[in-house]
């Protein structure tokens, strides 16, 4: 079946950087997502890495994928108080076209 | 500005009301989606759409309905029969079937009273 789990908790100090893990379940999944959402607000699109991909970064993100493990991370450097959300992971399966699967989002909390 | 226009913001219904929810989005996207999140729970998929006239129920399809008439339409209809309809609704749209990247509305809070 398809799912996608996160922790639902991370509280990282100001300045370090926060690492947000995910595991899925499909492994047709074309595309891996990273979403963040702040409070009453709907989610943005943070990044994202194809499959045949082992890693992207793109400023203060990376995103490390593996593959034989099912395994994402987010790492985020020098973590603000402007990153305080929850982070989501998705996918999309190939078998489910169209369709997205979140998980169920990790809260960053940022201690000064 | 191309974008996913959600309204309203906030939506206080009766018990026993159907109550309509509206989301536009003028990207050319052919994919469409409904998710409602509660607290701690993520998103859950209500129905998607990828093409117009065209739509499939989700994980949590039931007490909600759809239409697709227009390519920038996709409303959401939560109905006297959703038994926990307080939430937070999300709408988004994609461009296909191959990248899903999704973009989202800014939500309604639903709010039976």
């Known amino acids: 079946g398809e799912d996608v789990e996160q922790s639902l908790f991370l509280s990282v100090r100001e300045g370090d950087s926060s690492v947000i893990n995910c595991t899925y379940t499909d492994s047709s999944s074309t595309y891996l997502y990273w979403y963040k959402q702040e409070p009453g607000a709907g989610l943005q699109l943070l990044t994202y890495i194809f499959s045949n991909m082992d890693m992207k970064q793109d400023q203060r993100l990376t995103v490390l994928l593996n593959k034989k493990d099912k395994h994402l991370s987010l790492r985020i450097a020098d973590t603000q108080t402007g990153d305080s959300a929850i982070y989501f992971c998705a996918e999309s399966p190939y078998s489910s076209a169209s369709k997205i699967i979140f998980g169920s989002g990790t809260r960053l909390s940022i201690r000064p | 500005d191309g974008g996913i226009t959600q309204s309203p913001k906030y939506l206080f219904r009766k018990e026993g009301q159907n109550v309509t929810l509206s989301c536009e989005q003028n990207?050319?996207?052919?994919?469409m989606y409904w998710y409602r999140q509660d607290p701690g729970q993520g998103l859950r998929l209500i129905y998607y759409s990828q093409i117009v006239n065209d739509f499939q129920k989700g994980d949590i399809a039931e007490g909600y309905s759809v239409s697709r008439e227009k390519k920038e339409s996709f409303p959401l209809t939560v109905t006297s029969a959703q038994k926990n309809p307080t939430a937070f609704y999300l709408c988004?749209?994609?461009?296909?079937?191959?990248?899903?990247?999704?973009?989202f509305g800014q939500g309604t809070r639903l709010t039976v009273v």
């Open positions: 988004a749209s994609s461009p296909g079937t191959v990248n899903t990247e999704a973009f």
């Open positions: 990207l050319n996207h052919d994919a």
